[in-house]
């Protein structure tokens, strides 16, 4: 017997939940059996705003908008929604060299993959205030559909047209010839600095803990001491030498549980560590009548990991 699901969304917001929820069913071994996940979100959204654990790489959060003007100055009778996912799908076969370990998203199921990068990051491109769109990725995919409300326009000779609402903030360009051949995740130094700017500028993040790793990151970079942004594994393991009179308390307060939660919850999703002499609160699935302590704290994170809410990688 089947199961159907059907909900309603009344807003931005309640879609980035529904959408998070309906990803976890495309990874495996994502079963919340202790209902940590909605504890994780909130804490989540208080230190890394527009930031998911379903996102990979930070580049995706470029891509989209340039591949939704890449799609609204295309002469097509097909509607939008269906050459804008034909485009996506097309990031996916552009980005598929890089293999499974790169944050690549859709590689394994291509052409058939339900939840699209764009529905992902779409609430993180409204927090950061890249997308000026307030509504989903359909609603906006239908209104470019609409000839009176197109965002872009182009002249007999090529140029762009700005007329009504815009839908994206002022964008870095693109790269040359974007789709047509291989493409990459790593951002460029002028992107990476473009964003930076966007978590300063934009009203949630402005006072987040993510805008001060940032900041940090942008300066450790510029003063050639990259090494220590690769070293910080979670947000609590902070470098000696950031400024933490800078958090306000509401940052303290929310890294504070934060930190509580993944030392609490260390032992059931970690694995077992050989050679570790640190154990960990929860017991492990008894094999024999005395049950046995997992170790955990040793354990190295994993490559999502560090590409995940609790990373700043890109």
């Known amino acids: 017997m089947l199961t159907e699901i059907a909900w309603l969304d009344r807003d931005t917001a309640a879609q980035e939940q529904v959408t998070r929820l309906l990803s976890t069913f495309e990874e495996p071994r994502t079963l919340d059996s202790l209902g940590l996940g909605v504890i994780r979100d909130a804490l989540a959204d208080e230190i890394a705003p527009g930031v998911s654990t379903a996102q990979t790489r930070l580049r995706y959060f470029l891509f989209i908008p340039w591949i939704f003007e890449r799609v609204a100055v295309e002469s097509s009778r097909t509607p939008f929604q269906r050459r804008l996912r034909d485009a996506e799908v097309t990031l996916i076969d552009r980005l598929a060299h890089l293999g499974s370990r790169q944050g690549v998203i859709g590689l394994r199921s291509r052409v058939a993959l339900r939840t699209m990068p764009s529905a992902l990051y779409w609430s993180g491109l409204g927090a950061w205030e890249i997308r000026k769109f ?22 007999d000779d090529g140029n762009r047209l700005e007329t009504g609402p815009r839908l994206w903030c002022e964008l870095p360009p693109p790269p040359d010839g974007l789709l047509e051949h291989k ?64 958090l306000n308390d509401r940052n303290r307060i929310a890294l504070r549980h934060a930190r509580c939660v993944s030392e609490v919850t260390e032992g059931p999703r970690s694995p077992r560590v050989r050679g570790s002499s640190t154990t960990s609160c929860w017991p492990s699935t008894p094999r024999s009548p005395t049950p046995k302590v997992t170790t955990a704290r040793g354990a190295p994170p994993t490559r999502r990991n560090r590409n995940a809410k609790t990373g700043w990688h890109c």
């Open 134 to 155: 307030d509504g989903s990725v359909r609603q906006a995919a239908a209104s470019v559909s609409s000839a009176s409300r197109l965002w872009v326009h182009t002249d």
């Open 183 to 246: 493409e990459c995740l790593d951002l460029s130094i002028a992107e990476a600095e473009w964003l930076v700017d966007r978590l300063r500028s934009a009203a949630v993040t402005r006072d987040s803990l993510l805008r001060h790793a940032a900041d940090y990151a942008d300066q450790a970079r510029r003063s050639g001491e990259a090494a220590k942004v690769q070293a910080w594994t979670t947000p609590w393991a902070m470098p000696e030498d950031l400024p933490m009179h800078t």
